[in-house]
């Protein structure tokens, strides 16, 4: 699939959040089809973080292997490309900041939900709502897991934080 960022955008100058999110949406529907996205920056000129900002949302949607797989950028300035690297590489460190806050089951059992949700909307498409049933079933579970862990692991820190205290 491929996106003209300079079409998309309607100016040169790929500058506003707003533009930025037209991009992300376009950007997200064409990854939960399977796509390959081509985006073609031919003709832009001026970039700016806040445009940006809305793909480094992506890092956190989808694993960083599935984005180099499926995005393509063709015509990027210099510039446009440095500017995309440090929002992305600032979003990586934000969403990487944000698990390592989390205890390490927790963090594994949302990756997993967030992986099966993917694939729970890519089913949705091709497969029809009586798998879907099923499916929503076992995310539910999967989620409900995830809560108890976390309730458990956060009495065991107030326990441990009250022994320390007296």
Known sequence: MKINVLELAGSACCVTAEQGELLYQKIVAGLNEGDVIDLDFSGTAVFASSFFNALGRLV????ISYLHDGLKFTGLTPDGHQILR?????????????????????????????????????????????????????????????????????????????????
């Open 60 to 63: 956190e949607r989808f694993p």
């Open 86 to 166: 440090r929002v992305i590489d600032n979003a990586k460190k934000h969403f990487q900041k944000a698990d390592a806050s989390m205890p390490k089951t927790a963090e594994f059992m949302l990756r997993e939900m967030k992986d099966y949700f993917h694939q729970l909307a890519l089913l949705n498409q091709r497969e029809g709502k009586t798998e879907l049933r099923d499916a929503n079933r076992h995310a539910r579970d999967m989620m409900q897991t995830c809560l108890d862990e976390l309730d458990d692991q956060a009495a065991t820190k107030a326990a441990d934080l009250a022994l320390s205290n007296s």
